[in-house]
């Protein structure tokens, strides 16, 4: 097996429990805002410290960063937290397997923002995939119970904090990858790590601010939580870290492509970890989706 092959699995892998401790957190002992703030404290120092080190003993010049970066880092910033906060609020609404499905509409979503903000053509496969996530988003949205009609389903509370995740998502791509062709280095490596560092960061600044203006109590519960909470930190910073990884080995094409295969781990977390039922419309909704993120791959 080639080496991004494995790189890729094990960032989806290390991308899924880190969702994993934010829904048991969430619903445990913290907010969805809490949990999310948590993957950030738990992070940011640590990759600052290794990228200080590194450059220190390397003696790679620091790249200067500037106000364009910024601009495009904390757009990118502000959309992913806004992101795992719906995500996180959507593990409330439905069974995580179909959070982590929804989540990864991202890739649809960023498809059809550049086809009708950017007139970025899109071939017959990849317009057929995505007809077929469309339906995959109806099949989704449907709540178990049952609902109305389908535009009453996309409009409910999951199927909103999903689209939404997954639209921020994609912002939040364009955003990073917007910061890092900002960073004057050859080293894709080093542009990325600056990247990473610089916008967790500043996410971590950014919500200790805001919790500490908004919800002072939920400050205290991460840091009670810290023995739990330290973990989301640290699976954020392996799946990151292999994801720019397998980017650095392997066309991101391919990459994403391997990385769908977080929809099997989510699964297997939603029925044996959480104990919860996925309905068979589900499974076929999140098949289909899957199916259809990996055909728009291969037609760009």
């Known amino acids: ?134 339906i995959a988003i109806f099949l989704l949205s449907k709540p178990p119970e049952g609902g109305g009609k389908w535009w009453q389903n996309l409009t409910n509370r999951a199927a909103a904090l999903g689209l939404g995740a997954g639209l921020l998502f994609a912002i939040s791509s364009v955003g990073y990858r917007g910061a890092s062709l900002q960073i004057d280095d050859p080293a894709p490596v080093v542009r990325a790590a600056v990247t990473l560092s610089a916008v967790t960061l500043s996410q971590m600044v950014a919500m200790a601010l805001w919790l500490f203006w908004k919800d002072r109590r939920e400050l205290a519960a991460v840091w009670a939580a810290r023995r739990s909470a330290v973990w989301i930190g640290l699976t954020s910073i392996v799946g990151s870290f292999c994801w720019f990884l397998a980017f650095t080995l392997q066309t991101a094409a391919y990459v994403k492509a391997v990385g769908q295969v977080e929809l099997v781990f989510s699964l297997i977390a939603s029925v044996l970890f959480f104990r919860e039922t996925v309905t068979k419309r589900e499974l076929s909704g999140i098949a289909m989706l899957g199916l259809s993120i990996l055909l728009l791959i291969l037609a760009i």
Not at 103 to 113: D, G, P, R, S
């Open 1 to 134: 097996m080639s080496l991004w092959i494995l790189v890729s699995v094990c960032a989806a892998f290390f991308q899924t429990l880190r969702f994993m401790l934010q829904k048991w957190l969430s619903t445990a002992r913290l907010s969805a805002a809490g949990a999310t703030f948590a993957r950030f404290l738990y992070s940011a120092p640590l990759l600052l410290l290794v990228l200080v080190a590194w450059f220190g003993w390397t003696g790679h010049t620091v790249p200067a960063l500037t106000g364009r970066f910024w601009l495009f880092a904390l757009a990118g910033g502000a959309g992913q937290i806004f992101a795992t906060i719906f995500v996180v609020l959507l593990f409330k609404q439905r069974n995580f397997a179909v959070g982590i499905t929804f989540k990864n509409a991202e890739v649809l979503l960023t498809a059809i923002m550049g086809l009708f903000v950017l007139g970025d053509v899109v071939s017959p496969l990849g317009f057929f995939a995505i007809i077929l996530g469309v």
